[in-house]
């Protein structure tokens, strides 16, 4: 990956820069699991350290250090980089867990926590004061610019391959995911797990993933469950087609009977078969791409 950042201004409408230069109300990630939904202990996966370095990074950005988890295969490097986009609850256990899952997988797994200037997630229990306060006022292109440092960053100072870049994301994450394969030529490959597809635009989040499938630089894996009952099939089928439409290389899995949040163990939606087949199909996906 160049030194030089991708043009923000490549997606019209997103650069907003100056970003409003605010402090970090976290300036480190929370313990335990998310505490705005169930969480289903029994269910819940726990990868263990052995043969991987793993623990809370600081990354520098312009205007301060974002705090995120990495993990990585012990070893000399590099490693092919992954960056991990968290759900609307912050990096929490879960989300440091599937870093985890990507390091065993002999991955360089970043999860900058993209939220940390907005609000403390780790003491946060109302979804929906977590969307209105948070998720809703943080800008695209700082969304953007933060998984640029980050990707920066794991070359730089976690043996990671810059030539070797993927990402995955899951929900809000998922639709981040979109928005950074149409936005980073660096990437090889994304993997976007029930991203929402569409949803309200405002001045700091003027595109939804939809408006962008034109743009992609990277092929995108979609896995979506039938039974998501705020993404429709349709919507999923439409993005493919027109994908295809442009050019672009995009694939979707559609699960039969299957809800919103399918990969999140530790949450009742949690599907083990399905989540199974899509880990590993996204680790296909990465390997005939190009990241692994």
Same mark, same amino acid.
């Given at each position: 990956?160049?030194?030089?950042?991708?043009?923000?201004?490549?997606?019209?409408?997103?650069? +907003?820069?100056?970003?409003?230069?605010? !402090?970090?109300?976290?300036?480190?990630?929370?313990?335990?699991?998310?505490?705005?939904?169930? *969480?289903?202990?029994?269910?819940?996966?726990?990868?263990?350290?052995? !043969?991987?370095?793993?623990?809370?990074?600081?990354?520098?950005?312009?205007? !301060?250090?974002?705090?995120?988890?990495?993990?990585?295969?012990?070893?000399? @490097?590099?490693?092919?980089?992954?960056?991990?986009?968290?759900?609307?609850?912050?990096?929490?256990?879960?989300?440091?867990?599937?870093?985890?899952?990507?390091?065993?997988?002999?991955?360089?797994?970043?999860?900058?926590?993209?939220?940390? +200037?907005?609000?403390?997630?780790?003491?946060?229990?109302? *979804?929906?004061?977590?969307?209105?306060?948070?998720?809703?006022?943080?800008?695209?292109?700082?969304?953007?610019?933060?998984?640029?440092?980050?990707?920066?960053?794991?070359?730089?100072?976690?043996?990671?391959?810059?030539?070797?870049? !993927?990402?995955?994301?899951?929900?809000? @994450?998922? +639709?981040? &995911?979109?928005?950074?394969?149409?936005?980073?030529?660096?990437?090889?490959?994304?993997?976007?797990?029930?991203?929402?597809?569409?949803?309200? +635009?405002? %001045?700091?989040?003027?595109? &939804?993933?939809? %408006?962008?499938?034109?743009?992609?630089?990277?092929?995108?894996?979609?896995?979506?469950?039938?039974?998501?009952?705020?993404?429709? *099939?349709?919507?999923?089928?439409?993005?493919?087609?027109?994908?295809?439409?442009?050019?672009?290389?995009?694939?979707?899995?559609?699960?039969?009977?299957? #809800?919103? @949040?399918?990969?999140?163990?530790?949450? #009742?939606?949690?599907?083990?078969?399905?989540?199974?087949?899509?880990?590993?199909?996204?680790?296909?996906?990465?390997?005939?791409?190009?990241?692994?």
């Amino acid at each position: 990956m160049s030194a030089t950042k991708p043009d923000l201004e490549g997606l019209d409408g997103l650069a +907003r820069e100056p970003f409003s230069r605010r !402090g970090f109300v976290m300036t480190g990630l929370m313990t335990g699991f998310t505490l705005a939904t169930t *969480v289903v202990q029994g269910q819940t996966i726990t990868t263990d350290s052995a !043969g991987i370095e793993a623990g809370e990074v600081q990354i520098p950005t312009a205007d !301060g250090m974002m705090p995120g988890y990495r993990a990585m295969p012990s070893g000399a @490097g590099p490693f092919p980089i992954v960056l991990v986009i968290e759900e609307i609850f912050g990096v929490h256990e879960y989300i440091k867990d599937i870093c985890r899952r990507l390091a065993k997988a002999g991955y360089c797994a970043v999860a900058p926590e993209l939220y940390a +200037r907005l609000g403390d997630l780790s003491k946060m229990t109302d *979804v929906q004061v977590i969307i209105r306060d948070v998720i809703s006022k943080a800008p695209d292109a700082q969304m953007l610019s933060d998984l640029d440092d980050a990707a920066k960053w794991a070359a730089a100072s976690s043996k990671g391959d810059a030539a070797k870049l !993927g990402v995955t994301g899951f929900c809000r @994450g998922g +639709r981040n &995911t979109w928005l950074y394969a149409a936005h980073n030529p660096a990437v090889k490959a994304a993997v976007a797990w029930y991203g929402p597809l569409g949803g309200n +635009r405002s %001045d700091i989040q003027p595109k &939804t993933a939809a %408006d962008l499938v034109g743009e992609l630089k990277a092929p995108v894996l979609g896995l979506y469950g039938a039974a998501d009952t705020g993404i429709p *099939v349709a919507d999923v089928e439409k993005q493919r087609d027109a994908a295809k439409a442009a050019g672009k290389t995009v694939e979707v899995m559609i699960y039969p009977d299957t #809800p919103h @949040g399918f990969h999140a163990d530790y949450r #009742p939606s949690y599907r083990k078969q399905q989540a199974e087949d899509g880990w590993a199909r996204m680790l296909a996906w990465f390997k005939s791409h190009g990241v692994a």
